[in-house]
T-cell receptor, first 112, second 116 residues
């Protein structure tokens, strides 16, 4: 039962362009959403988060958008840099249910 | 900031032996810890949720007798892979919810288990 889905397993963009990573969820009890970046053989690194009461959160080159009615969130990276190449996971938390789920991840490759 | 420490980072063991992985919250109390497993080129898969002072909650398909989880204190959770087989070789990661609502989840750096 995949409650959090990232339908694109990979994404390739040119350096300087925008990277858009998408994530969909099914459980309306999720109230907090996060994006993580992961390099091989390392733990995930937190990037940015958004509460369900907001629809946008921005931090430098990273912006997360949340569309609650569509149960959809996206991560925008602009401008993309080669060092951004990694696997990106979205995660959703329900604090009331003490539950956290990850998407399958999207491998982003930023070409110089 | 709050940190989760996971140990060991790498372990190689022979088939049939047991391996214990520790996950510690260093400066906050974690009544709950999550254990994940990652296969190559796949997502982090939640294995179980450990709860301090009570039994862990396992996800469907995860063998409770094979992956023993103990959450003995508010700062320590352990995952023991019993009678390890080569197919148990994987990357195991623990995480703990933050002490405050709306804070990022804290992860250990993971343990690379190789069973020969």
């Amino acid at each position: 039962d995949q409650q959090v889905k990232q339908n694109s397993p990979s994404l390739s963009v040119q350096e300087g362009r925008i990277s858009i990573l998408n994530c969909d969820y099914t459980n309306s009890m999720f109230d907090y959403f996060l994006w993580y970046k992961k390099y091989p053989a390392e733990g995930p690194t937190f990037l940015i988060s958004i509460s369900s009461i907001k629809d946008k959160n921005e931090d430098g080159r990273f912006t997360v958008f949340l569309n609650k009615s569509a149960k959809h969130l996206s991560l925008h990276i602009v401008p993309s840099q080669p060092g951004d190449s990694a696997v990106y996971f979205c995660a959703a938390i329900s604090y009331n249910n003490n539950d956290m789920r990850f998407g399958a991840g999207t491998r982003l490759t930023v070409k110089p | 900031g709050a940190v989760v420490s996971q140990h060991p980072s790498r372990v190689i063991c022979k088939s049939g032996t047991s391996v214990k992985i520790e996950c510690r919250s260093l400066d906050f109390q974690a009544t709950t810890m999550f254990w994940y497993r990652q296969f190559p080129k796949q997502s982090l898969m939640l294995m179980a949720t450990s709860n301090e002072g009570s039994k862990a909650t396992y996800e469907q398909g995860v063998e409770k007798d094979k992956f023993l989880i103990n959450h003995a204190s508010l700062t320590l959770s352990t995952l023991t892979v019993t009678s390890a087989h080569p197919e148990d070789s994987s990357f195991y990661i623990c995480s703990a919810p933050p002490p405050r609502y709306n804070s990022p989840l804290h992860f250990g750096n993971g343990t690379r288990l190789t069973v020969t």
